[in-house]
T-cell receptor, first 113, second 112 residues
Framework: NAGVTQTPKFQVLKTGQSMTLQCAQD?????MSWYRQDPGMGLRLIHY???????DQGEVPNGYNVSRSTTEDFPLRLLSAAPSQTSVYFC????????????FGEGSWLTVV | KNEVEQSPQNLTAQEGEFITINCSYS?????LHWLQQHPGGGIVSLFM???GKKKHGRLIATINIQEKHSSLHITASHPRDSAVYIC??????????????FGKGTHLIIQP
């Protein structure tokens, strides 16, 4: 049981480049989310999904795009990378809303130069 | 306005000390998670609780739903407990977003 698999772990991008962070879970979870973690700011929600075919914006969605074509996969796309997107990104999943255990990916350290 | 307040923000203690981290929140919740993040590492869920108290080894979590307050205790602390501990109340379903709110974390260092 792999849990939540997130790749890549480290990435350096040049300003203006695009890339996709991959996230996959094998627990048949409905809820999947992407967060960014910046010093002193805690985890902030970028986009989330409550099931295949359904996505919605979180607190800081600008510059990011997501899709949920299957229950398992929830990729995060950076459309045109900016230095302000330098951050640590975490994907998370859980079975449903409410009191269900949260599972996080190992994180992706992204630097935009 | 912060929906979740954790205290202290930073804590340095000696090995063996009893540690308490507090979390206060302002939203109605269905459950609260305590998360642990080691330096440079991923995030793991330590506890999910909706009432009373839970214990895993040297870790104890308590919650008072009426007072909107939770605490995480570590008994006989050890240097390997050094990590950031994050409180994450979970709102009832609906109301937008994915229901999770996060504290900014408590950075704990246990010195040998």
């Amino acid at each position: 049981n792999a849990g939540v698999t997130q790749t890549p772990k480290f990435q350096v991008l040049k300003t203006g480049q695009s890339m996709t962070l991959q996230c996959a879970q094998d627990m048949n979870h409905e809820y999947m989310s992407w967060y960014r973690q910046d010093p002193g700011m805690g985890l902030r929600l970028i986009h989330y999904s409550v099931g295949a075919g359904i996505t919605d914006q979180g607190e800081v969605p600008n510059g990011y795009n997501v899709s949920r074509s299957t229950t398992e996969d929830f990729p995060l796309r950076l459309l045109s990378a900016a230095p302000s997107q330098t951050s640590v990104y975490f994907c998370a999943s859980r079975k449903a809303a409410g009191g269900n255990t949260i599972y996080f990916g190992e994180g992706s350290w992204l630097t935009v130069v | 306005k912060n929906e979740v307040e954790q205290s202290p923000q930073n804590l340095t203690a000696q090995e063996g000390e009893f540690i308490t981290i507090n979390c206060s929140y302002s939203v109605g919740i269905s459950a609260l998670h305590w998360l642990q993040q080691h330096p440079g590492g991923g995030i793991v869920s330590l506890f999910m609780l909706s009432s009373g108290k839970k214990k895993h080894g040297r870790l104890i979590a308590t919650i008072n739903i009426q007072e909107k307050h939770s605490s995480l205790h570590i008994t006989a602390s050890h240097p390997r407990d050094s990590a950031v501990y994050i409180c994450a109340p979970t709102r009832h379903s609906g109301g937008g977003a994915d229901g999770l709110t996060f504290g900014k974390g408590t950075h704990l260092i246990i010195q040998p």
